[in-house]
């Protein structure tokens, strides 16, 4: 089976739970805008994948549980992968509008618009 591409919205997670390992789904799903199906959907493959920990900090029982998001050693280097993957993609976006913006300003200062 072909691995999916990799999807922006992964790496906004990884990026939140490594500044902010306390934000619950609905906060992270808020904070990147995206559905909280979508985001929950995108954590649990997270830890599936062993990219990222649940912490659990509540011990008393009939307590809601509060539990904490951690970016394991594997998840790190899933970040720089990441990074490197959009990084390109981005540079690569950036010198196609960069050629469109030379072409268009030069069609305007010969006035054939």
């Known amino acids: 089976m072909l691995e999916q591409p990799p999807k922006e919205e992964t790496l906004h997670i990884i990026r939140h739970i490594e500044a902010e390992p306390s ?13 909280l199906g979508k985001t929950n959907y995108l954590i649990k493959n997270l830890i599936e994948k062993g990219f990222v920990e649940i912490k659990n900090f509540t011990t008393k029982p009939g307590k809601m549980s509060k539990i904490h998001y951690h970016l394991t050693k594997e998840g790190f280097e899933h970040k720089m992968q990441l990074m490197q993957i959009f990084l390109k993609k981005k540079e690569e976006e950036y010198y196609l509008m960069k050629q469109e913006w030379d072409y268009l300003a030069a069609k305007k200062a010969k006035g054939d618009l």
């Open 23 to 35: 934000l619950t789904q609905r906060q992270l799903s808020d904070r990147i805008g995206i559905s």
